[in-house]
């Protein structure tokens, strides 16, 4: 596989009685850790843009890698003939690594059959939810998996509800839809992007067009939770991290069926 730079655009949008909304561009990598990097670009090494193992698959800074997919796979029953395995992440920019949800994803004869939404907070904890039919069989644009949440994102949202996933990977873009629920409250946020081949030049307009990477992240993060702050929403202190790293998801049942 020919290592992907998708120069996408996020949406969040706070619901309930406070409103908040933003969008921004990111810069994400999809690759299968095996290929040939650009330049500008490495594995498991200092460059400009780079993606390095110990902060993926397993725990936060001590990450195993495709090696922690893998072997999660082979746990669930998902077959390894034919199996492609992929990260969907944004790469760390010179020292600076922060990333709030990469995707390990699981395609067989090209199609996505399962996924791993690893997600990171700014409060240092790290939690997975595995996504996945039961039968393991193509995960549709239409089709909506769901999971409880149990880790603490926000200090403006509670460790309650569940996510709403769908998950849309055609040839050529990637469309992302994760829906938090907590009753009337909760935040929606997608990731959408064309696909196309990372290259030096590539990654050199996003140096220059989004400059400081993960430290630009941060600094937007704690800017919309300043927002909110002075909307008054109610703030809560770091909460413990779940005692389990994984969640299994669900199919959502559709009425009927």
Known sequence: MQIEHIQAQTHHARRGSLKNAFNYGVDYVM?????ETPRLLSHNRFNLWSVHDR????????????????????????????????????????WFHFNPVSFWIALVDGTPR??????NSTFGQRHCYFCAHQDFRPIEPGDTLIADKLM????????AGHYRFNFDLSDTRINIRILFE????????TLCGTRRRATSGSLLWAAIRRPLGAVRVLTLIHWQAAILYLKRA????????????????????????
């Not at 893998?70 to 998902?78: E, I, M």
């Not at 399962?114 to 997600?119: G, I, K, N, S």
């Not at 202190?237 to 790293?245: D, L, V």
């Open 31 to 35: 690759t299968d850790l095996s290929s």
């Open 55 to 94: 902060h993926h698959g397993g725990t936060r800074g001590a990450g195993q890698g495709a090696a922690w997919f893998k072997a999660l796979l082979d746990s669930r029953g998902l077959q390894a003939e034919g199996r492609q395995l992929l990260l969907l992440t944004q790469p760390s920019f010179l």
């Open 114 to 119: 399962a996924f791993v939404a690893e997600v």
């Open 152 to 159: 603490h994102v926000s200090p403006f949202q509670k460790i």
């Open 182 to 189: 907590n009753g009337d409250q909760g935040v929606l946020a």
């Open 234 to 257: 109610p703030f809560l202190k770091k909460q413990p991290a779940p005692e389990r790293m994984m969640t299994d998801g669900q199919t959502l049942r559709r009425v009927g069926k």
